[in-house]
């Protein structure tokens, strides 16, 4: 198990789960749990059992079917109801009996929540926080408490607020979380009240949400003013504007402030990690996100390129690889020479001077038509292969294609799409139907050659995105179309730009299908 000394607690099963439009399973829950183990956090709080039939399913099948490595379970709940003993309390009995070694107590800190939302004395909520803390412990779990709305408490009523943590220290707490609840302090303001706070000798923890974007930042801030247990979440996530991305926690207190958090060839699984998580919630990930994002280490302007081509560590912060993450070279109408030259030697090329000058204009050319290449690598490398070696030889090549969209006497809307191409000395036809017009060439394309290319089974069209360029011409607009595609073990993507969708969707579909080839070592 992780060392004692400083707390890594991740709340994404409890606190994250209430982000908008984030709904977990029980298995979810296992997997994530799984996935934030295999980081090395030291704490996992599953839920709160007793509250709700899927916390306490995910507590008892947690017992035999999850089997950590590094962090223990902590299970979340409240303190007892006011004018009732913690022993006869049923929701405190459903913590209890849940089987995680660790409990997590939520209590009131703020004076004017006690007495508005409790409904109950000051006295006697620190009795509660008494009860329970001790009776939990004498049961022989460990107990954490967290002080909700602590640092507003503290601006309305400091020597209660302190008293909540003097109390909860006295009746066995192990560890107090001070809680920004409502996400609204700043890093100065909350450092000099957590100094106040670990004055009290009880052991602090930290817990913030990111209404103000300072999360991350207050997080910190509590740890260089005494703080020795994080609270966050996975990938950020949390209600409102999220709670501190625990990953990004983690990665700055290891990497820039020399803690031993987790262990160093887990810190380089984080972005993995932190893309697997994304798969089992279903929440897009944010490509832009420190340390694990996809841009995180993406570098696009040409005077960063001429810099990283001398030193990598000139615009980067950090070796990427530290954290599992690669650096990317995005091409552009900003591209220089060093950006082509660098994304060239990324894919495999070096490229001579006059190749790299004419890839340049070339990029910059299409790119002022309307083409992108950051977010097309698979377009981009086509472009690079015909510079280097010429007009490749084609797989195959278009004599025609025409689609057809119907509206049946039901009123449904067929798409039929018939394709006529020329591949290995072969004239063929071939006739798709689909749920949409481009869905109806992918379906011909592939009657067409999958007989002369079988590898083209395994190819899948998973992601299609449209743009209008120039809006001010209505419906003869410039379209843009990205297609992204997938051969089960890799992604790429391709781009088409034609005032016609449909034809700038075929450009991308053809660009897509002879890429999934030459992946397969299909060269013509």
Not at 216 to 231: E, P, S, Y
Not at 405 to 420: C, I, N
Not at 434 to 459: F, H, I, T
Request: proline fraction near 3%; aromatic fraction near 6%.
């Amino acid at each position: 198990m992780a060392d004692d000394r400083f707390h890594v607690y991740d709340t994404t099963l409890r606190d994250g789960a209430q982000q908008e439009g984030l709904n977990l399973t029980v298995a979810d829950k296992l997997a994530v749990a799984r996935h934030l183990d295999g980081l090395g956090v030291g704490f996992i709080e599953g839920g709160w059992p007793g509250a709700n039939p899927k916390d306490t399913e995910f507590f008892r099948r947690a017992q035999t079917e999850l089997d950590l490595k590094h962090a223990q379970l902590a299970a979340f709940g409240a303190t007892r109801r006011a004018g009732v003993q913690a022993a006869d309390d049923p929701l405190v009995a459903a913590l209890r009996e849940s089987g995680a070694p660790v409990v997590t107590l939520v209590a009131k800190s703020h004076d004017r929540h006690v007495e508005l939302a409790l409904r109950t004395t000051l006295q006697e909520n620190l009795a509660m926080i008494r009860d329970t803390v001790s009776h939990l412990r004498a049961e022989g779990q460990r107990v954490f408490l967290d002080a909700e709305h602590f640092f507003d408490g503290y601006r309305s009523n400091p020597a209660y607020a302190l008293e909540v943590l003097r109390t909860a220290a006295e009746a066995g707490a192990d560890v107090i979380a001070l809680c920004d609840t409502n996400g609204g302090m700043l890093p100065d303001e909350l450092a000099e009240i957590v100094q106040d706070a670990v004055r009290t000798s009880a052991r602090v923890g930290i817990h913030c949400h990111d209404d103000t974007g300072c999360a991350v930042a207050n997080t910190l801030a509590a740890v260089k003013a005494g703080a020795t247990h994080v609270q966050g979440c996975a990938n950020g996530y949390g209600e409102r504007s999220g709670n501190a991305n625990l990953f990004t926690v983690v990665a700055n207190l290891q990497l820039k402030r020399g803690f031993e958090l987790v262990p160093q060839e887990s810190l380089a699984e984080m972005t993995r990690i932190a893309h697997a998580i994304t798969e089992v919630t279903n929440v897009t990930p944010n490509s832009h996100a420190p340390y694990v994002g996809t841009s995180a280490f993406a570098h696009k302007a040409g005077l960063h390129a001429s810099a990283i081509k001398v030193d990598p560590n000139l615009y980067q912060h950090i070796d990427p690889a530290q954290v599992g993450n690669d650096m990317r070279m995005l091409v552009s109408d900003m591209a220089g020479r060093a950006s082509v030259e660098l994304k060239g030697r990324e894919l495999g090329y070096e490229l001579t001077p006059e190749h790299t000058k004419a890839l340049v204009e070339r990029v910059k050319d299409l790119e002022a038509r309307g083409f992108t290449f950051e977010a097309a690598d698979a377009s981009f490398e086509l472009l690079l292969r015909d510079t280097v070696h010429g007009e490749r030889k084609r797989h195959f090549d278009v004599e025609s294609w025409r689609v057809i969209v119907e509206r049946t006497k039901g009123g449904e809307l067929v798409s039929e799409a018939t394709v006529k191409l020329h591949a290995k000395g072969e004239r063929i036809v071939a006739t798709g139907d689909g749920n949409g017009p481009v869905n109806a060439l992918d379906k011909a394309v592939r009657q067409a050659l999958e007989q002369l290319y079988p590898e083209l089974a395994m190819l899948e069209l998973v992601d299609f995105k449209v743009r209008i360029l120039e809006g001010t011409h209505g419906t003869d607009a410039v379209t843009r179309v990205l297609i992204t595609s997938s051969d089960e073990s890799a992604e790429w993507a391709t781009v088409g730009v034609a005032e016609n969708i449909i034809d700038a969707s075929w450009q991308a579909l053809e660009q897509a299908v002879t890429y999934g080839l030459l992946r397969a070592g299909r060269e013509c």
